[in-house]
C-alpha cells in the first residue's frame, strides 16, 4: 500500500495546499505508518508537491521509493501542456531532481498525454527513447509508463524495461483488466490511478452495503479489492487528510470474504 501525493497540491493541482503543515504532517504520516511507495510529479503544483515531499520527508528512510511522471507542464490557467520533446522531458527530469533533492530519481513514468484519463493510440517510441538515454546517464533507475495501450506498452518493452503500468482501474472501471493479467504474467506491477474514483469519489449503494456488512468504509473495500485483484497491483489512494491516509492504509488488513468479492464483481 501506496501513497498518491497528487491531493497535497491546491485546488485543480495548481498552486499551494489549503494548508502546508498538514500536508507535510500527511507524508510524515504515511512513512511512518509503513508506506515505502510514493507517487507524484513535477507538474502537480507545479514543482509545489515534489518541494512539500523533499521538506517533508529528505533526507529519505532506506528503501523509500519514490515515482514520478513526465510528459506535462502547466499554464498558468492551470491547463495541462502535453512536454514531450527532448528539452521538455530532460527539463522535467532535472526539476524532479532538484525538487524532490535526489541524484536519482527511482521510476520515471512516461505519461500518454493524448487524452487526459483514458489511454489513447499514438507511438511513444521518441520521448521514451530520450528518457531510456536519461537513464543510460544514470540519472534514473527504472522506468515505467502511464495512461498507455496495450501497444503502447509492446512498444515500450521492445525500446527498455518497463517496470510498472499506471493506467486508470478502480472496481467501477475494469476497462484494463486484460492488460492487469497480462503484466502480472511478466512480473510488471500495475498502479491504478483513480483507486477510489479520482477527484469525485466512488458511489455506489451496493459497495456501501457491503462496506456496512463488513463493518468497514466503501473506500476501504475498494481498496480491498484491488489488493485481492492481482498480486502485481500496488496502490497509491491519495488524500490531503491524515484521517483519511489512517482509513486508506487499514485497507491492507480487511479481508473480503467470497460473498463480498461476487457483489463487487456485479459492480463493473
Ligand atoms: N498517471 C496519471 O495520469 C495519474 C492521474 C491521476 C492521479 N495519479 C496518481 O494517482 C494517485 C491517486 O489518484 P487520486 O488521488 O487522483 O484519486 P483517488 O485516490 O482515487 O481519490 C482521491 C480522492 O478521494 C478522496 N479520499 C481519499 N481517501 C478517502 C477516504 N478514505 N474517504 C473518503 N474520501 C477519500 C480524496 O479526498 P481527501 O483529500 O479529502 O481525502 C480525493 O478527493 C494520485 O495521488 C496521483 O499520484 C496519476
Known amino acids: 500500500m501506496g501513497y498518491g501525493a497528487m491531493q497535497l497540491a491546491g485546488p485543480g493541482v495548481f498552486g499551494p495546499p489549503k494548508d502546508h503543515q498538514q500536508a507535510v504532517k500527511v507524508l510524515r504520516n504515511a512513512v511512518e505508518s509503513g508506506v515505502n511507495h510514493i507517487d507524484t510529479s513535477d507538474f ?24 514520478t511522471k513526465i510528459a506535462a507542464r502547466r499554464g498558468a490557467d492551470k491547463s495541462w501542456i502535453p512536454a514531450l520533446s527532448k528539452e521538455e522531458i ?26 487526459p484519463h483514458h489511454a489513447h493510440e499514438g507511438s511513444i517510441e521518441a ?9 543510460h546517464k544514470g540519472l534514473i533507475r ?16 521492445r525500446l527498455c524495461e518497463i517496470v ?3 493506467n486508470n482501474y478502480n472496481v467501477i472501471n475494469r476497462g484494463d483488466d486484460a492488460i492487469i493479467d497480462l503484466l502480472a504474467k511478466d512480473g510488471i506491477a500495475y498502479v491504478p ?5 479520482g477527484f469525485t469519489p466512488i458511489q455506489s449503494s451496493t459497495l456501501s452495503s457491503i462496506a456496512q456488512i463488513l463493518e468497514a468504509t466503501p473506500m476501504q473495500v475498494a481498496l480491498a479489492w484491488l489488493l485481492k ?9 491519495g488524500t490531503s487528510s491524515v484521517a483519511h491516509l489512517t482509513e486508506n492504509l487499514q485497507a491492507a488488513d480487511l479481508v473480503l470474504p467470497p460473498e463480498a468479492i461476487e457483489g463487487l ?4
Open 265 to 268: 464483481e456485479k459492480l463493473n
Open 229 to 237: 485483484r492481482s498480486p502485481n497491483i500496488l496502490l497509491i489512494p
Open 164 to 166: 510498472c503500468v499506471q
Open 127 to 135: 520521448p521514451l527513447t530520450v528518457l531510456a538515454e536519461l537513464q
Open 44 to 67: 502537480y503544483g507545479p514543482h509545489i508537491t515534489n518541494q512539500i515531499i523533499s521538506e517533508a520527508l529528505h533526507p529519505y528512510r532506506d528503501g523509500l521509493v519514490i515515482v
Open 193 to 197: 490511478f483513480f483507486p477510489l474514483g
Open 90 to 115: 530532460t527539463q522535467a527530469v532535472h526539476d524532479n531532481l532538484k525538487n524532490l533533492k535526489l541524484d536519482v530519481l527511482d521510476v520515471v513514468n512516461l505519461r500518454g498525454m493524448f487524452h
Open 142 to 157: 527504472h522506468l515505467g509508463l502511464s495512461n498507455v495501450t496495450r501497444t503502447q506498452i509492446e512498444e515500450g518493452q
